[in-house]
């Protein structure tokens, strides 16, 4: 039986001040999936991920998360969407002046109404489940560029979601380093069944933990192959698919 669609984008036009960079770009992420963004630098790769979390406006189309519309659908419809995944961000993102635990304690302090006990066991479950908790008092100045997206990881799981986006999470990683990274995606999905959806450029990642993955074109504003990497470096049709998949570095 074929997993459940977690995601559906249909026919989104995506862009800023009501200049499109994509258009009409559709695709579906079933449950427990290892989904793939790739493409070409300025092709819209993050312009996409910002509209699927509902950080800019769509220009059109539409999109759902566990059925439940981003746009479109009323206050509490976006809050459902929301409140089912979790995202990190190619820097990290974490709060310099507090701790592991703190930043990971965050969204609780924001979203629950856990009392601080159990804030903190949380927190420090999640670390542990990334590897991180000898580190809880450590400040990201403190760790190194794996550390923290390891941590930015942990902050996104801090409420159970089901589904992470993650923004390149190997940039600036060494091959060892993103390796890691790469096997802990692997564990999160196969042992509490989260899906990812992963923008990046990294040809190794891809190949390493990617169950299907799109390639999105600057020119024609689309999408220009989808499928499983291996069948695409070796089969595709389209040269500049086969050129991408088969590059060097």
Do not use: W
Not at 34 to 47: A, P
Not at 89 to 115: K, R
Not at 194 to 205: A, C, D, G, N, Y
């Amino acid at each position: 039986m074929a997993a459940a669609t977690v995601i559906e984008v249909r026919n989104l036009v995506a862009g800023y001040d009501h200049v499109p960079i994509l258009r009409d770009v559709s695709f579906t992420v079933r449950r427990g999936e290892i989904f793939v963004v790739l493409g070409g630098s300025g092709c819209g790769k993050s312009t996409l991920l910002k509209h699927l979390i509902g950080l800019n406006p769509l220009l059109g189309g539409d999109v759902r998360i566990l059925g439940n519309r981003i746009e479109g659908g009323g206050s509490e419809e976006r809050e459902r969407a929301m409140r089912s995944f979790g995202v990190t961000y190619q820097s990290g993102a974490l709060f310099g002046s507090m701790t592991l635990l703190e930043n990971v304690c965050l969204p609780l302090e924001i979203f629950t109404n856990l009392p601080s006990d159990a804030r903190r066991l949380v927190a420090e479950m999640k670390l542990d489940l990334v590897g991180l908790k000898p580190f809880i008092r450590y400040f990201p100045s403190d760790i190194s560029g794996g550390m923290k997206k390891r941590a930015a990881i942990a902050r996104a799981l801090a409420l159970d979601p089901g589904i992470l986006f993650l923004d390149e999470p190997s940039a600036g990683l060494d091959p060892v380093t993103s390796a890691g990274l790469d096997r802990l995606i692997l564990r999160l999905r196969d042992t509490h069944g989260i899906t990812f959806m992963i923008v990046t450029h990294e040809l190794s990642s891809i190949f390493a933990v990617a169950d299907r993955c799109i390639m999105l074109d600057k020119e024609t504003q689309g999408i220009l192959a989808e499928g499983v990497p291996e069948a695409l470096r070796t089969t595709s049709e389209i040269p500049a698919v086969r050129a991408c998949f088969n590059r060097q570095g």
